[in-house]
């Protein structure tokens, strides 16, 4: 990364309108249905299919302003994702996708797993790590070694596809220094810095680059997809994805 880059996109970043966390899940299993579900597909259908599972499970207060989380987070009140993937061991990926979901999208239009059974592979994952709740994943987040094993885990789960989806689970979860490199984020610098740019450096770019405008790489990453062109805008109008977790109108997980 050079400075010169940092220098090229710093103008583009301060005209952003940047915009704080708002809402957030208050339940990890929401977070994973989310994160699987959204690549890929109209933001619309994602959110449908979390409040889906959030009703036949009776998920309380399952959205919440993320200064009121704490009502449900850490709480009794707070679902453990063993009952998601309870549920899907249970009645198996096709009932869930079809009975609970109301979603039978793929990972990959071709040959891909349905989403249900790469959510519960995430389940797995995470919850064979002793990661049932929100605030263990944050914890999660602070323990480099876990980490690694808990990411390699879920990078192995058939339909996993690549980084994006695991930085914006994280993302989910509250760390608002992860960004999603999808195609808004990459096509965004790639326009102002007039080359290709790949995920890993994107990474590193719109990181530092938040550093230098006063913001969170979240913020900034949810900025970039908020500023989308007008075309794209209404070719997207049923939003393909959140930014960690903030679809530009409700329902998402922040606003």
């Known amino acids: 990364m050079h400075e010169a880059d940092l220098d090229a996109l710093t103008g583009p970043a301060r005209s952003l309108?940047?915009?704080?966390?708002?809402?957030?899940?208050?339940?990890?299993?929401?977070?994973?249905?989310?994160?699987?579900?959204?690549?890929?597909?109209?933001?619309?259908?994602?959110?449908?299919?979390c409040h889906a599972y959030a009703d036949h499970t009776a998920l309380p207060d399952r959205l919440l302003p993320v200064g009121r989380a704490r009502e449900v987070v850490?709480?009794?009140?707070?679902?453990?994702?063993?009952?998601?993937?309870?549920?899907?061991?249970?009645?198996?990926p096709d009932r869930l996708a079809a009975e609970v979901l109301a979603h039978r999208g793929r990972t990959s239009p071709r040959g891909g797993v349905l989403k249900a059974k790469a959510a519960l592979g995430y389940a797995r994952v995470l919850t064979g790590h002793g990661v049932l709740r929100l605030d263990d994943?944050?914890?999660?987040?602070?323990?480099?070694?876990?980490f690694e094993l808990v990411?390699?885990?879920?990078a192995r789960v058939p339909g996993h596809g690549g980084g994006a989806r695991l930085s914006y689970l994280w993302m989910?979860?509250?760390?608002?220094?992860?960004?999603?490199?999808?195609?808004?984020?990459?096509?965004?610098?790639?326009?102002?810095?007039?080359?290709?740019?790949?995920?890993?450096?994107?990474?590193?770019?719109?990181?530092?680059l938040a550093d230098r405008?006063?913001?969170?790489?979240?913020?900034?990453?949810?900025?970039?997809w908020?500023?989308?062109?007008?075309?794209?805008?209404?070719?997207?109008?049923?939003?393909?994805?959140?930014?960690?977790?903030?679809?530009?109108?409700?329902?998402?997980?922040a606003g």
């Open 74 to 92: 850490g709480t009794g009140l707070e679902q453990p994702l063993d009952v998601l993937l309870d549920l899907g061991e249970r009645i198996g």
């Open 137 to 146: 994943a944050t914890a999660l987040l602070t323990d480099d070694k876990q």
């Open 151 to 154: 990411r390699d885990g879920l």
């Open 17 to 49: 309108q940047v915009v704080a966390r708002e809402r957030r899940w208050t339940h990890l299993s929401l977070c994973v249905l989310d994160a699987v579900f959204s690549i890929g597909a109209h933001y619309s259908g994602v959110t449908r299919a």
């Open 213 to 224: 405008v006063g913001c969170t790489p979240w913020e900034l990453d949810h900025a970039i």
């Open 226 to 253: 908020r500023h989308r062109p007008t075309a794209a805008r209404s070719r997207r109008k049923a939003a393909c994805r959140d930014d960690a977790g903030s679809p530009p109108t409700p329902p998402g997980t």
């Open 172 to 208: 989910l979860i509250g760390d608002d220094r992860r960004v999603k490199p999808d195609r808004m984020v990459l096509g965004w610098l790639t326009h102002h810095l007039s080359r290709p740019v790949d995920a890993e450096q994107a990474y590193r770019l719109l990181v530092a």
